[in-house]
C-alpha cells in the first residue's frame, strides 16, 4: 500500500475549519445564548455544528450501559498563544458503537458534524 492510498478520498472545506479553543468558545456561547426553543429548531439542521481537526489523546473504547451504547476520546489541539487545548469528545448510541477501533492514541482526527 503505498502512501498515498492512506489519504482520505474525501474533500475538507478549510473555510470551515476551526481550531478546537474556537469551537469550544462558539459552543459555549450558543448554549448561554440561545434560548431552548431556538436550540430545538436549529438542531435539525447542520449549522451550528463544527469542523475540527485534532489530535486523539485518550480513547474509551464504547460500552453499554441500561441499553445505551457510550464512547468517550479526549482530543487535544492547538491553542491561542502556544498552549494545547483539550477536551472530551462523547459518542452516543449507534455513532458510539461505529467508534470502535477507529481511533487510537496520537492519531489525528477530523470531526465534522459534533456539538461541542
Not at 492512506?6 to 462558539?26: C, H, M, R, S, V
Not at 475540527?52 to 474509551?60: A, N, R, S, T, W
Amino acid at each position: 500500500m503505498t502512501t498515498e492510498q492512506l489519504f482520505p478520498e474525501f474533500e475538507i472545506d478549510l473555510g470551515a475549519l476551526l481550531t478546537l479553543p474556537e469551537a469550544l468558545e462558539q459552543g459555549a456561547t450558543y448554549e448561554s445564548q440561545t434560548s431552548p426553543e431556538e436550540k430545538k429548531r436549529r438542531n435539525k439542521k447542520w449549522d451550528d455544528r463544527f469542523a475540527v481537526l485534532c489530535c486523539v489523546m485518550d480513547v474509551h473504547q464504547p460500552v453499554q450501559r441500561k441499553g445505551i451504547w457510550m464512547a468517550k476520546w479526549k482530543v487535544c489541539g492547538p491553542g491561542r498563544h502556544q498552549e494545547t487545548v483539550s477536551c472530551e469528545v462523547l459518542f452516543w448510541g449507534s455513532c458510539a458503537k461505529q467508534t470502535e477501533g477507529l481511533a487510537r492514541r496520537g492519531d489525528v482526527v477530523f470531526l465534522t458534524g459534533e456539538h461541542f
